[in-house]
């Protein structure tokens, strides 16, 4: 299999990138939990919920402490080691996305936060897509955020856009529900970032 392009991207250095960019941001001020924020406005109180590409653990750590079942999956060993330092309260699961099967739960959500989506192998895309939506239970979720445009990716170009993400989600069953520009629910009209909220039927 291709290597990832966050492997790529990162050049094995994946976790010293992240949490130096994420520094950066809290000591800016930004809010780093929209994106939990976000998902458990969505989930029902106390859901089962899968952070897909986990990294560090940030999205899941937040929705255990606001009351969610977590586990988080990624491929990452010194990332997920992080994870599994900071907290035991969420089941972390090393492992690549197009392993995702081999948990047993089906999931009342599943997010993939942080530009996960673009930062898969290449030509894996709708696999995953399809992987991800065999873990919702009927009536689940998948909840996307990644970037469009260069400015929104530690990338030179977009692998893919919002019509061929569609199409992935569509050949595995879901339906689009709702897309916005930001994790604060910003209406989606068009640019470099979108979140977009599909369902699996049932």
Not at 101 to 115: I, K, P
Request: with cysteine; aromatic share 8%; charged share 20%.
């Amino acid at each position: 299999m291709n290597e990832s392009r966050w492997a790529t991207a990162t050049g094995g250095q994946g976790v010293e990138a992240f949490n130096a960019r994420f520094a950066a941001l809290a000591a800016a001020g930004a809010d780093l939990h929209g994106e939990a924020r976000f998902v458990a406005s969505l989930a029902r109180a106390g859901g089962l919920v899968l952070d897909a590409g986990c990294g560090t653990g940030r999205v899941a750590l937040k929705l255990a402490e606001l009351g969610f079942r977590c586990v988080g999956i990624d491929s990452d060993p010194a990332m997920l080691a992080q994870a599994r330092e900071t907290s035991t309260d969420v089941r972390w699961v090393l492992a690549d996305l197009l392993d995702v099967d081999q948990l047993a739960e089906h999931f009342d959500l599943v997010v993939t936060a942080g530009n996960v989506m673009p930062l898969l192998a290449p030509g894996t895309e709708a696999e995953v897509v399809g992987l991800l939506a065999d873990r919702l239970a009927p009536g689940g979720l998948l909840v996307a955020g990644f970037g469009l445009d260069p400015a929104h990716l530690p990338l030179a170009e977009a692998p893919f856009g919002l019509p061929d993400y569609d199409r992935w989600c569509a050949a595995a069953g879901l339906e689009l529900v709702e897309r916005f520009a930001t994790w604060d629910r910003t209406p989606y009209e068009s640019g470099g970032y979108a979140v977009s909220v599909h369902r699996r039927p049932g």
